[in-house]
């Protein structure tokens, strides 16, 4: 509700809440929300608004200024107004422009300098110390816990020789390969086991646990 002025009347200025179905119809409408809110309290208080009103005949023509008011109807509008009046008024805060900066076109970004023990590809020594430390790790384990044997029935189910790798690494603080994918390829092409499902499991042939 906007301040005016007038020699005989004092205004007050104030903030209130309005349903937003209201706010919007009245908009439509065309209504000064503000003249209708003063109307409505002056009918609840007693106050012949009419006879009261100020005499804006001397300004330009303004568009309606919509604010938010309290519904009419609500018998709590009364102490809702008065206990508005006795708020401290919030004054905004000025907003502060934010400056932006972008390289012009013709500006490059100089490139990024390479990281010292990383390849381009972003696989540096650590990943292959770390892949070594793999391989040496399954070469120890098939060394010390498989033997070859020439027989049609000498055979570990896949399943368990992946087991017993793991429990191995785990019993000797080594870095294990968790993907069995991997492993498996690992083991057919490094070390020439040899894979064939017996009774519908995939199992290696020729090879037994020591």
């Known amino acids: 509700m906007s301040e005016r002025k007038d020699p005989g009347i004092q205004w007050r200025q104030t903030s209130v809440i ?25 009918h609840i ?6 006879q009261q009103q100020i ?25 809702k107004v008065m206990k508005t009046k006795r708020q401290p008024a919030v004054k905004p805060v000025p907003e502060i422009p934010v400056t932006a900066e972008f390289p012009s076109p013709k500006t490059s970004i100089p490139p990024q300098a ?6 381009p590809a972003g696989k540096g020594k650590a990943g292959a110390s770390e892949k070594k430390r793999k391989d040496d790790a399954l070469k120890k384990f098939v060394t010390t816990r498989i033997s070859r044997v020439d027989a049609e ?9 992946y087991q017993a790798y793991l429990r191995w690494c785990r019993d000797h603080r080594c870095a294990a390969m ?3 994918k991997a492993f498996a390829t690992l083991l057919k092409n490094k070390f020439a ?3 064939k499902t017996v009774n519908g499991t995939p199992c290696w042939m020729n090879v037994v646990f020591k």
């Open 45 to 50: 208080v007693g106050i012949d608004y009419q």
């Open 18 to 42: 309005i349903r937003a179905d209201i706010f919007l119809q009245a908009a439509k409408m065309g209504l000064d929300i503000s003249n209708e809110c003063n109307q409505a309290l002056a």
């Open 114 to 119: 390479p990281v010292p023990g990383l390849s």
């Open 178 to 180: 968790p993907e069995r």
């Open 193 to 195: 086991l040899t894979e």
């Open 55 to 79: 005499n804006q005949t001397t300004h330009e023509p303004q568009a309606p200024v919509l604010h938010p008011v309290i519904n009419a109807d609500d018998p709590t509008a009364v102490s």
């Open 153 to 161: 029935d000498a055979v570990i189910p896949k399943d368990d020789l």
